[in-house]
T-cell receptor
């Protein structure tokens, strides 16, 4: 299995609180992605990174920010958590953009009360 | 905007049956298509990757085909087993990154 670790695995927080989720990879892959998975919507891309300090928005980026200061770490921050951000968050990595498989972490279950 | 649809949403079959899962997409300008398996409470595992220039890929009992012109892909599972029970998702890769379908939940009955 690809070396991808997401932390925490579960988190419960209150509305208005900032939350940071971490994705750590040991594969030295260039591309890293944050997705959220919700019933009826499938997986939707929040943000992605194509290198250190190089990031871009995905389909559902409002209310989220990301940072990548090292190749192995990609952080997702919910600036002020809302109940609509209750979801399962997945990190994924790939070696390049078009020709390589996408590998996923085990996910973070986030509940915003 | 690319849209990816998987039909049916759920499927229940007896063990040993050959089955086909469907994935359709609206924009044929894709880089590739991947099929994933997701077990309850787990992340996604990539099963097969088909490049846009390819027509099919095989891995063991799995065969995936791609017809870009018609915007369709199928995942064929031969001789299904109870261990194949999971949700299967397809994802289409392009300039918009990967767009996922909502999956087909498969249950193989012993």
């Amino acid at each position: 299995d690809a070396g991808i670790t997401q932390s925490p695995r579960h988190k419960v927080t209150e509305t208005g609180t900032p939350v940071t989720l971490r994705c750590h990879q040991t594969e030295n892959h260039r591309y890293m992605y944050w997705y959220r998975q919700d019933p009826g919507h499938g997986l939707r891309l929040i943000h992605y990174s194509y290198g250190v300090k190089d990031t871009d928005k995905g389909e559902v980026s409002d209310g989220y920010s990301v940072s990548r200061s090292k190749t192995e770490d990609f952080l997702l921050t919910l600036e002020s958590a809302t109940s609509s951000q209750t979801s399962v968050y997945f990190c994924a990595i790939s070696r390049d953009e078009t020709n390589e498989k996408l590998f996923f972490g085990s996910g973070t279950q986030l509940s915003v009360l | 905007k690319q849209e990816v649809t998987q039909i049916p949403a759920a499927l229940s079959v007896p063990e040993g049956e050959n089955l086909v899962l469907n994935c359709s997409f609206t924009d044929s300008a894709i880089y590739n298509l991947q099929w994933f398996r997701q077990d309850p409470g787990k992340g996604l595992t990539s099963l097969l990757l088909i490049q846009s220039s390819q027509r099919e890929q095989t891995s063991g009992r799995l065969n995936a085909s791609l017809d870009k012109s018609s915007g369709r892909s199928t995942l064929y599972i031969a001789a299904s087993q109870p261990g194949d029970s999971a949700t299967y998702l397809c994802a289409v890769g392009g300039t918009y990154k990967y767009i996922f379908g909502t999956g087909t939940r498969l249950k193989v009955l012993a």
